[in-house]
Structures are given as C-alpha cells and as structure tokens.
C-alpha cells in the first residue's frame, strides 16, 4: 500500500477509498471536502491529501460543469460514424483538424471497426443539423462515409 499523500503513479496504485472518492467526485465535483470526507469515512484532511493526489498524479484532470443542453437550445442530439476515403496519417490530420473546428462536434473519437471516427454531435433541431451534415462534414474531402445514429433518450449518461 502507498503512503497517504503519495503521489499515485499508476492506475492500479488505486485503493477502495479511492474509487469511492472518485465515484463522489464524479456525482458532485463541487461538494465540500467536509461532505466528501463523510461520505468515504476518512477525516477531512485525510481525504484533501488524497484527493490532492489523486490531482497530482493525473488520475483527476479537472472538474467540469454539467450543462442542460436543453437550456442552452440543443433540440437534437446524434452520434455519427465517418468513414474516411485513404487510410493515412495526413487524411485522419486534416479530417481531425476541421473537426476540432466544428463546434457542433462535442466528441471525436478515433475508433476500430469499418469506419475511423465516432462523433457526438448536439445541434438546436433536426435542420441545423441537417446544415451541418450537408454543408460542413459532408464537403470535407477526407470523407467517404457518414451514418447517422439519432439519439431518442439517455437513461444512462455518466458524462461531465
């Protein structure tokens, strides 16, 4: 076991008492570190060292803000497989590139399988994003292929 306040060095350095500081982090990055302490069972400064080496070490790498994306006029939520049309290093850069440019884009993930790239894309409607399959990702020349998969509910969204 590692000293209390040492810095992790890897993922399996992690204890129980870990896991479950980082599951509360994860509910509520913003609660006390008194509300914390008590929901893991340590003392108050037991459980900042922890976390702050928890920080330190990487394994927490910032704390977010969950947003409402109803409240901020997202209507229309999909996930969207692009297939690129040459498999190199320069073609996945510049389909990357212009991605990062995208603010419809939320996430972009290089993935295995029969296409390259998973995005989550959040739009207002059904025509702003019909806008931004036909007029942005549509005309970048690295693509080959987009299949669109609307999202119709999230039971189960753990995302930060």
């Known amino acids: 076991m590692r000293p209390i306040g040492h810095p992790l060095q890897q993922m399996t350095d992690l204890d129980k008492i870990d896991h ?16 914390l302490a008590e929901l893991v069972g340590l003392s108050p400064s037991a459980c900042l060292r ?16 969950v947003l409402d994306a109803g409240r901020m006029g997202v209507g229309f939520v999909a996930y ?24 419809e884009v939320r996430e972009c993930h290089n993935i295995t399988g029969t296409v390259e790239y998973l995005l989550r894309v959040e739009a207002a409607d ?19 292929s987009i299949t669109t998969f609307v999202v119709m509910g999230s039971p189960k969204d753990e995302r930060a």
Do not use: C, M
């Open 20 to 35: 479950r500081i980082l599951r509360g982090l994860q509910r509520d990055g913003r609660q006390s570190n008194l509300a």
């Open 80 to 103: 969207v497989t692009v297939g690129l049309g040459t498999h190199t290093k320069a073609a996945q850069e510049a389909f990357e590139r212009a991605i990062s440019r995208a603010p």
């Open 126 to 144: 059904l025509a702003a994003y019909k806008h931004w399959h036909t007029e942005i990702l549509g005309v970048l020349p690295q693509v080959r």
């Open 50 to 65: 922890r976390v702050q080496a928890l920080e330190a070490s990487g394994v927490i790498r910032g704390y977010r803000a």
